[in-house]
T-cell receptor
Framework: SQKIEQNSEALNIQEGKTATLTCNYT??????LQWYRQDPGRGPVFLLLIRENEKEKRKERLKVTFDTTLKQSLFHITASQPADSATYLC????????FGKGTRLHILP | EAQVTQNPRYLITVTGKKLTVTCSQN?????MSWYRQDPGLGLRQIYY???????DKGDVPEGYKVSRKEKRNFPLILESPSPNQTSLYFC???FGRGDTQYFGPGTRLTVL
């Protein structure tokens, strides 16, 4: 069956450093991969989408890579700030959408 | 303001009492979806709809029904709720598969 895993339940990063989150998947060839941010008690907020034929996407301090051979996506936040602390979710998307369980990121001042 | 709205935001009910959670979007989106979020299990898709009168099962459809009679609304129906349907529910919408998905604020449901 389709499976999606995010490498860490929680990740602590010093302010100013680059945070890197990993998303791995199996038994699936999604057309799209998305990353979301979720704050406690709120709905997820879309951050970035990358298509299966794209290797990399950037938006301000965010960068996403997508390796369909390794079946892996990396999500980077550069120059991290305490305000970046949240849970980050990856999602595989075709007609259905499958979410990973998320990584809780803590940016330490 | 572009948004997805859900009602009610909080609901406590008893086993077997039919309920409906409404979802509405004002962005003319074709794709709408319902999710439930549980600790340790993450966000799981219940049902989705790619357009009016078109609905399909997600990963956890058992015990739920949906309808899409008009583009803006996508209600979630629990015909006979059970305690294992206690969860945080989110509705979401987007234009299509490759587009931004917008989430509603969530409905916290407790079934006693």
């Amino acid at each position: 069956s389709q499976k999606i895993e995010q490498n860490s339940e929680a990740l602590n990063i010093q302010e100013g450093k680059t945070a890197t989150l990993t998303c791995n998947y199996t038994n699936y060839s999604p057309a799209y991969l998305q990353w979301y941010r979720q704050d406690p008690g709120r709905g997820p907020v879309f951050l970035l989408l990358i298509r299966e034929n794209e290797k990399e996407k950037r938006k301000e301090r965010l960068k996403v890579t997508f390796d369909t051979t390794l079946k892996q996506s990396l999500f980077h936040i550069t120059a991290s700030q305490p305000a970046d602390s949240a849970t980050y979710l990856c999602a595989l998307r075709d007609d259905k959408i499958i979410f990973g369980k998320g990584t809780r990121l803590h940016i330490l001042p | 303001e572009a948004q997805v709205t859900q009602n009610p935001r909080y609901l406590i009910t008893v086993t077997g009492k039919k309920l409906t959670v409404t979802c509405s979007q004002n962005m003319n989106h074709e794709y709408m979806s319902w999710y439930r979020q549980d600790p340790g299990l993450g966000l799981r898709q219940i049902y989705y709809s790619m357009n009016v009168e078109v609905t399909d099962k997600g990963d956890v459809p058992e015990g739920y029904k949906v309808s899409r009679k008009e583009k803006r609304n996508f209600p979630l129906i629990l015909e006979s709720p059970s305690p294992n349907q206690t969860s945080l529910y989110f509705c979401a919408s987007s234009f299509g598969r490759g587009d931004t998905q917008y989430f509603g604020p969530g409905t916290r449901l407790t079934v006693l």
